[in-house]
């Protein structure tokens, strides 16, 4: 069934149902390696905005005890593409110290975020730190940084849809999706 996609969308890359089917698999794994876990000792951490459908529909497909939690960082907007500088906005809530803590991210792209986020997490003395991220464009890597779960891996275009955005729009696409290169290269 052909789909009427808004008019900056050049074309789908990843349908719901491809979707479904990895953030399961991806579920199933992460349940077994923490299976026995107490609720108390496991933290999602989520990291806003990106990730909060990803975030939504792991969580819900865990069969493990688990907590959630936010952070939110800067974006792109202050050049952090260019510099690696990556600033928080807001912090988790719960205490990470002791916790088995699994990080969820959207997109891994040149792995400043994601690097920031092992040194902010590891100085916390969690029991344990990994991470658990939806796509990862390896061509864009600038340093490397290692990921426990992966969804999938994409070429080097500029993906919205569940939960990612361009200029705060597209996140509620239910399908990911790469833009029209001339709406995001100026
Ligand atoms: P990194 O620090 O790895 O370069 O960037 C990670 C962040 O950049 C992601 O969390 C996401 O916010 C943003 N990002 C990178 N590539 C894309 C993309 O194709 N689409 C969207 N919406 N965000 C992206
Ligand atoms: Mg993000």
């Not at 923490?34 to 951490?45: Q, S």
């Not at 912090?91 to 916790?99: E, F, I, M, S």
């Not at 994409?154 to 361009?166: E, H, M, Q, T």
């Not at 696409?173 to 709406?183: D, E, Q, T």
Request: glycine residues 6%.
């Amino acid at each position: 069934m052909d789909i009427l996609l808004p008019n900056s969308v050049d074309y789908v890359l990843l349908d719901e149902d491809k979707i479904e089917h990895r953030v399961c698999e991806m579920a199933a794994q992460i349940s077994a390696d923490y299976e026995g876990i107490r609720n108390e000792d496991f933290l999602l951490v989520g990291v806003l905005k990106g990730s909060f459908i990803f975030m939504a529909d792991l969580s819900r497909r865990l069969m493990v005890p688990h907590r959630v939690d936010f952070i939110a960082l800067s974006s792109y907007a202050d050049k952090a593409e260019a510099t690696g500088a990556v600033r928080m906005i807001m912090d988790t809530r719960a205490d990470v110290a002791g916790r088995h803590v699994l990080i969820v991210e959207d997109i891994l792209d040149t792995g400043y975020t994601l690097d920031y986020l092992y040194r902010i997490f590891g100085a916390r003395q969690p029991a344990s730190l990994r991470t658990a991220v939806l796509l990862s464009k390896p061509e864009r890597r600038k340093i490397t940084v290692p990921v426990d779960y992966l969804g999938f891996e994409i070429p080097d275009v500029w993906v919205v849809g569940y939960g990612l955005d361009f200029a705060d729009r597209f996140r509620t696409l239910p399908y990911i999706a790469a833009l029209k290169p001339h709406v995001y290269q100026k």
